[in-house]
């Protein structure tokens, strides 16, 4: 074997190489589990903001790290694994939770799906709710579901005040919400809202995401 023309391995051996190092292998065990701005990243690491950007840099130009503008504050940022980015490597079981909430602005598509898609992939209950919610689900959203061969048809939009628990595992969907709800100890999903675009395209993606999302976390859950 050449590996000198071998790509595969050589990009490997640069994910291992970046990893390597203890705060971008933390920083990647936190990206597993959602997505975190810059600001968040230092906090979660005490770590300046200098010594953070070397870390991001060196895990994006390994291939292992994205970033993108937040759909809400379009002053800020959110660092997410690249796809595949951790395949063999993604840490085991760490948490425990009693159930988990799909939180978005409306409630009237992404959380709805998250929470359909939970139900296929977990044992731990799940539910969804609004900051802001809308009148009804989204067309789009319950015409993917459909396509996939899950069922929106009785889901309603709630307010989050009315199905907040406190044992509740709080998975934030949409980066309004991540962003009004910042006392929240949960997690971040930064998906593009689908409502905007309203195409069945933009269902599909976020559909996509999700489902990626959802059964890269449930293995790793516990019920608490």
Not at 147 to 165: F, I, N, V, Y
């Amino acid at each position: 074997m050449n590996i000198d023309q071998n790509s595969s391995l050589l990009e490997r051996a640069a994910k291992y190489a970046a990893l390597a190092d203890p705060a971008r292998l933390r920083i990647g065990d936190l990206l597993t589990l959602g997505d975190l701005s810059p600001t968040e990243l230092q906090v979660e690491l005490g770590m300046p903001a200098n010594l953070l950007s070397h870390h991001l840099r060196s895990m994006e130009d390994a291939g292992l790290a994205v970033r993108h503008r937040s759909e809400g504050d379009k002053r800020r940022s959110y660092v997410r694994l690249a796809p595949g980015a951790l395949e063999g490597l993604t840490p085991g079981k760490e948490h425990g939770a009693r159930r988990v909430l799909f939180v978005c602005t409306r409630n009237s598509a992404r959380s709805q799906l998250a929470t359909a898609l939970w139900r296929t992939a977990s044992h731990i209950p799940s539910a969804s709710a609004g900051t802001h919610p809308a009148e009804r689900v989204a067309p789009g959203a319950v015409d993917v579901a459909r396509r996939h061969g899950l069922d929106l048809t009785g889901a309603k939009p709630c307010l989050l005040d009315q199905a907040l628990s406190e044992q509740d595992l709080v998975i934030t969907v949409c980066d309004n919400a991540h962003e009004e709800l910042p006392d929240f100890r949960g997690i971040h999903w930064s998906v593009p809202d689908p409502v905007r675009l309203g195409n069945p395209e933009a269902f599909e993606d976020a559909f996509a995401d999700l489902s990626r999302r959802v059964h890269d976390l449930a293995p790793r859950l516990t019920a608490a």
